[in-house]
């Protein structure tokens, strides 16, 4: 038997994963996301039990402060979609992360204008499982805390508003919508 046999799934010792074919490497895309999401619930729910509500908001706010504006820097670096817009923001939140965790629509209204549209949203169906009423707090707040920081990174001015977060409580099949403007 050979060593590729042994591993099996056509890798061996020598395998580069940049070598795997496209369809596998979008769907590793994928589960790299979501595990992404996972951890981000996985630690605010064990703050949360050990501490209470409070602080894990508090520490969440303080992570996604960081990461958001971390991710959009990285991410519009590297596809050079920094050009201080609101398209330059919904550009690069078409190929975040979010972006295979998530079903959205982007309806471009100008270059310094736009409405993000989402209609599936893991967080919001776990925390519709969990009860609690907590969809409103997360969506309007932490969740529209972490947009406005990674618009940030393109313009200061680009404001982030909930047209309607969470919508789908009231129920829609929006989970929620938001206003990307400059000015």
Partial sequence: MTEKEIY?????????PRDLPKDKLVGLLHIYARMYQELDSMWFMSVRERTGETDAVV????????????????????MGTNDGSVSGVVKTLQISPLAFTHDFQVDLIS???????????P???EMERE????????????SRFAKQQFASIFNSEIKVTPLQAPA???GTDICCQWQFKTG
């Fill in 168 to 170: 789908k409580l009231h």
């Fill in 59 to 78: 520490c969440g706010a303080w992570v996604w402060e960081k990461q958001s504006k971390q991710e959009a820097k990285r991410l519009s670096r590297y």
């Fill in 8 to 16: 099996g799934a056509g890798l061996g010792p020598e395998s580069d």
């Fill in 111 to 121: 270059e310094d204008e736009a409405r993000v549209i989402f209609t599936r949203c």
């Fill in 131 to 142: 009860g609690g009423g907590r969809g409103g707090t997360f969506c309007e707040g932490l």
């Fill in 123 to 125: 967080s919001l169906e």
